[in-house]
């Protein structure tokens, strides 16, 4: 992939971020989504590639844009794999809480996991701790290993985990061990990687959640020189044809950050809604004028760039605003 892409993914993220912004604390969380996806997938025509939708917001039947198979870009460029969440939190915005964002990974083609829609289960760790954690291993285990990694005290180890009913249990035996816990709403995509940014506290991300999201993340974390396990959890038979329709002999296999994101080179990249741990959210600062924080990083050279941006909205006819 050329490197100038990592630039242009960006701009589609800042689209997305600023469309659905303006929903933001309103209670509606289906208009902040579509106006994400509609001003994302707008600026994915002006995008120098030749990419398909591998993750999205859904099937062709299910989603009228931005759907599993789409193909987007000007049909020019490397021929690329797209995982896209246009607004991730969208009950975040709709309540004018913190960490939504919209989020994009792209890889060559054919090096992304093609992830149902379902349940996956999912550990993460920052660089530190890479390649020293199993998703199989105990918990209490787990800790004492990233707590080593990370030159902590059991109890200065945080471990993050989306606050669920299913998720009890290894929120007690967390606590039991000593180390703390930080629970999260909604936001799978950046609770994953803030472990691998010691600026956010975060040591250690476990649980079960979105799968889609968990591809997403392993993008991100793998231009972060993380580590990331993850095991897709099929409910019905459905779900079992579905994931051995997209390669995996075994749907319940331990997937590893290489099976997850395949290729060498893959851009993550992320624009603030609401304001997060690892990136402020869109601020409209009077008249037509909003800033935007935007992070993009590329695993090929493990380069991480902090974009902030002014926009002038009158001049950005592609987004239509209430």
């Known amino acids: 992939m050329e490197r100038e892409l990592a630039l242009e993914i960006v701009r589609v993220t800042e689209a997305a971020a600023l469309a659905s912004?303006?929903?933001?604390?309103?209670?509606?969380?289906?208009?902040?989504?579509?106006?994400?996806?509609?001003?994302?997938?707008?600026?994915?025509?002006?995008?120098?590639?030749?990419?398909?939708?591998?993750?999205?917001?859904?099937?062709?039947?299910?989603?009228?844009?931005?759907?599993?198979?789409?193909?987007?870009?000007?049909?020019?460029?490397?021929?690329?794999?797209?995982?896209?969440?246009?607004?991730?939190?969208?009950?975040?915005?709709?309540?004018?809480?913190?960490?939504?964002?919209?989020?994009?990974?792209?890889?060559?083609?054919?090096?992304?996991?093609?992830?149902?829609?379902?349940?996956?289960?999912?550990?993460?760790?920052?660089?530190?701790?890479?390649?020293?954690?199993?998703?199989?291993?105990?918990?209490?285990?787990?800790?004492?290993?990233?707590?080593?990694?990370?030159?902590?005290?059991?109890q200065d180890l945080c471990v993050i985990v989306q606050e669920r009913d299913r998720h009890q249990d290894i929120i007690d035996r967390i606590r039991a061990k000593g180390a703390r816990v930080n629970l999260f709403q909604d936001g799978d995509v950046s609770a994953a990687i803030a472990t691998s940014f010691p600026s956010t506290g975060i040591d250690l991300f476990i649980g079960i959640g979105g799968a889609p999201e968990g591809v997403i993340s392993a993008a991100a974390i793998k231009c972060l020189g993380g580590d990331m396990q993850a095991r897709l959890i099929p409910h019905t038979k459905e779900e079992e044809e579905r994931c051995i329709e997209m390669g995996l002999k075994n749907p319940r296999q331990l997937l590893t950050l290489n099976d997850l994101v395949c290729g060498e080179d893959a851009i993550f990249a992320a624009t603030g809604v609401s304001n997060g741990d690892l990136l402020a959210g869109v601020r409209f600062l009077g008249g037509d004028l909003v800033e935007t924080d935007s992070i993009v990083m590329r695993s090929k050279t493990k380069t991480v760039r902090f974009v902030k941006a002014h926009h002038h909205l009158s001049h950005k006819p592609h987004l239509v605003f209430v």
Request: aromatic share 2%.
């Open 21 to 154: 912004a303006q929903w933001m604390g309103r209670g509606k969380k289906n208009e902040a989504d579509n106006a994400a996806t509609t001003a994302m997938r707008k600026m994915f025509d002006s995008v120098n590639m030749e990419g398909t939708v591998v993750i999205g917001e859904g099937e062709l039947d299910e989603a009228p844009m931005l759907y599993i198979g789409e193909k987007l870009g000007t049909g020019q460029g490397p021929k690329v794999d797209i995982a896209v969440d246009p607004l991730e939190g969208t009950t975040i915005v709709a309540k004018g809480n913190s960490n939504a964002m919209a989020v994009i990974a792209v890889a060559d083609k054919g090096t992304l996991l093609h992830a149902p829609d379902m349940y996956m289960e999912k550990i993460a760790v920052g660089p530190n701790a890479a390649g020293l954690v199993h998703l199989d291993d105990p918990i209490e285990t787990t800790i004492d290993i990233v707590a080593k990694a990370n030159n902590k005290r059991v």
